[in-house]
């Protein structure tokens, strides 16, 4: 499997997709810090992009490099290797270059402007986990969907249609759920519904630290009354791991079922 990941992750680090999307964070976040003129409020403001773009790129992204890879990914199903090794190896390569380019296109910056010694480094640290595990989940996810659907027009059908649900269209639902029973108690519906979106687990994960989750709407707000700052943080954690290995483990279920 090193070896597979090791050849997914060099091919995909020096393609011009990722050379780009490492580009694009690293002259977003020095504007953001130079417009801004205040760390805590550049962290906020990257967060409003984070959450939309690395689900969008992280999607997009997937679903091509699996159906490109298509070729090569039959060419090694006929070599002695386990399916699982073949499949993990290829996804962690995917994630890892995604990974390394978010993280050193933000990170630079941030070192430059000194954010460890603006006593906003755990701040910083939040966005990067978080920006990590949403880049898991996001690529899990498509290369899932890739994995079951054969019909590339249809794979990125309903990989742009995922993305349109978790960024837009569940929030939109919710509040239309809420305005429509809102004479219900629905504090505790709210706060299990937002388990089931990872982009504003996301959000309150890092909201939490900054005291300020009423800032991110109804859900962050009701994180911060029921569970409160670490408590709520530990929770939106763990429902954002369960969201990274669950697609994992169905992806590697899959693989072995599947006739290519």
Not at 231 to 253: E, M, S, Y
Request: glycine share 6%; with cysteine.
């Amino acid at each position: 499997m090193n070896k597979i990941l090791k050849y997914s992750f060099i091919d995909l680090i020096r393609s011009n997709w990722v050379i780009s999307y490492t580009a694009f964070y690293f002259v977003a976040t020095f504007g953001l810090l130079v417009a801004n003129g205040d760390i805590s409020k550049a962290i906020i403001s990257l967060l409003h992009v984070i959450t939309i773009l690395i689900p969008l790129i992280s999607t997009v992204f997937g679903v091509i490099y699996f159906y490109n890879s298509r070729d090569y990914i039959e060419m090694l199903l006929a070599q002695p290797i386990r399916r699982s090794t073949i499949f993990l190896g290829q996804f962690l390569g995917l994630v890892l270059s995604l990974c390394f380019s978010f993280v050193v296109g933000i990170l630079i910056p941030f070192l430059v402007y000194g954010v460890s010694v603006s006593g906003y480094l755990l701040h910083f640290l939040y966005v990067l986990v978080a920006g990590i595990l949403m880049t898991i989940i996001f690529s899990a996810l498509a290369y899932l969907i890739a994995l079951l659907n054969d019909n590339r027009l249809r794979g990125f059908g309903l990989a742009i249609l995922t993305w349109l649900l978790f960024a837009i269209l569940y929030d939109g639902i919710f509040v239309l759920a809420m305005i429509k029973f809102e004479e219900y108690p629905l504090d505790k519906v709210s706060l299990i519904a937002s388990l089931f979106n990872p982009i504003d687990l996301s959000r309150i994960f890092i909201m939490l630290k900054f005291d300020t989750a009423a800032l991110f709407g109804y859900t962050g707000a009701l994180f911060h009354q029921f569970f409160g700052s670490n408590l709520g943080v530990v929770l939106a954690g763990f429902a954002l791991l369960v969201w990274c290995f669950v697609p994992v483990l169905i992806i590697l279920a899959k693989s072995n079922q599947k006739d290519f």
